[in-house]
């Protein structure tokens, strides 16, 4: 029993709360089937059973087992192999080694074993000691090799293994390494820990001299999963060994770090991601850069914007062995007339479509956007994905004038088409109607009595949509190419906060809403909006059904999980051609904003609808002394 402890999942430098972080990514909400292989006294598996996942424990100390089998699903006592054999038709969707390959006489085999008892896209979760740590380096200084009770020169130990060795043994195996984190500990730590009895000198020596940068990895977690063969395992593990000990960088080089669409669709995604990959993501402003900052990162994500200041920052990253990504949600090269305040010079135009070209990966939100700038032939469709934040709203029978309709944009778009059916469920129900940002104006001029809101910022949005309760959201969308191109983040957001939509159908809504099941889908006129507001109105019970089935949706599909995931098979494509260890010196420079572009920027807010919103929102909260703020900021 000198294992059993109880884990504490909010400390982030341990090996059980990585090991969870990776099952929670894989089962995505899923429950599980898990078998722990030397499971302890259970205390790793009960905290896996409260998050629902079936657990079956292998342990051979009979102490340990007995308190497993009052802890776990089913606990069975014994050695792996004699597991196997025993139960030859079990299958797991994930099989735990936690501090255990070390302890084996033959680990290659428990894992090639492990393979056939695998489900489908199953994965085994492996943690193991680092016998490079610098606690034991110092040792040897002092020409020592001496066992201890616990830690990384444990005496039951009879296999040692670095991070290297480590990947080359699930090489053998045939697993592909999905992800690999360490655990840090200095050698001060690790002696008062396990009582090496370390001379200060030694570990003095060792971090002096040491030629790496692993020499506080204490442990290493990895997640693999099975492959055909040892040669496809190899060629994708290979660059695994020489990864930076502090993950892969990315700095994402952006025109403005503080608009919603750049939170939604890049910084918070990828926040979300460095957390669980155990990587570093910056956001920075592109025109206040120096060569610090361009010499930090190991791949550059661009966003939107492609100018001459772009375009020669990129050519300089290139030159430099950076990794460059170019990012776009919208249709920026083939903008319709009728959105004027979007339109991009000519100059410019050729600009952003050499850096989309050049680019070594594009990423882009939606397949109709990937179809149209197919001109770049390494793309991906990167979803945008939401999270959620709290409980939905309540649909219930009230009366009809309780009932309340949504409709909201941060940009000028067409809603003229709504103008008339509004006016009669209005007249008829007495519905209250809110519109949030620009298309306020076009309900006003109408005559339609609504309640305007200007724009939010991204929290308190989707704040503001769970504080009404019987509330039905309307999302309307011209058939343009443009529009045909642009993401249903909206769609996500309603549906999560339990607010059943009634969306144009056209492209991108067509592709996500289930007619009648997820949300309702109309024609862009009077007969059929009506007729889907009049059913919303009236039926409380469709509401609630079509929100419950929009959530769970979202909640499977579009969740931060998801993004996880293709944002890590975008980083896979070029994390293999970028050069470890990272360069030391770069000839980079700062790129100040030249003068003719201060005034185009001044230009382009001016006739942007949604500038005015921020505007206000930038004034209301820090005054006029913001506006002046942010342009020194950006200029001086």
Known sequence: MKYYANIDLSVENNSHTQAFKFINRISNGKKLRVLEVGCSGGYFGRALMDCGHYVVGVEPDHGSYL?????L??????????????????????????DVLEHLVDPLGSLIKSRFFLNQSGYVIASVPNVAHSSVRAMLVEGRWDYVELGLMDKTHLRFFTRSTLIDLFSNASYRVDGIKSVRLTAQQVDLLTGMNLKPASVELVEAFADDDRIHDFQYVL?????????????????????????????????DITSTLVDLRLKRPLQFWAEYEGAQVQFRNIHELDARSLLWADIYIFHRVGDATTTSIMENLRANGKKIIFDMDDLLTDIPVFLSHHQISKEDK??????????????????ALLEQLSFNKNAFVVPNCTIDVGNPIIHSDVPFNEVNILIASSDLISVDFLVEPLRFVQDRYGVTIHVIGPPSTTFTDAGLAITAHALFNYDDFKAFLRRMDNTIGIIPLDDSLFSSCKSPIKYFDYSLAGIPTLCSDVLPYNSHVKHDLSGILVQNNFETICQGLVRLIENWEMRREIAANAREQCLSENNYFQSLKN??????QIKSAISW????????????????????????????PSSYSKLQYIIKNNGFKGIFEIFKKRYN
């Open 67 to 71: 308190h497993a089998a009052g802890h």
């Open 567 to 572: 944002w890590n098979n975008v980083f896979s």
């Open 350 to 367: 050729v600009h952003l479509v050499k850096a989309i070209s050049e680019a070594d990966v594009l990423t882009v939100s939606t397949p």
């Open 581 to 608: 260890p990272r360069t030391k010196s770069l000839s980079l420079l700062t790129y100040p904003v030249p003068k003719r572009n201060k005034m185009k920027w001044i230009i382009r807010h001016l006739k942007s």
């Open 73 to 98: 699903n089913e606990a069975y006592q014994g050695y792996l192999d004699e597991y196997f054999e025993a139960h030859p038709d079990q299958r797991f969707d994930i099989i735990t080694f936690g």
């Open 223 to 255: 997640m693999a999963t099975p492959v055909g063969t040892i040669e496809l395992a190899e060629a994708t593990n290979g660059q695994l060994k020489n990864y930076p000990s502090d993950g892969l960088r990315i700095m994402c080089l952006l025109p």
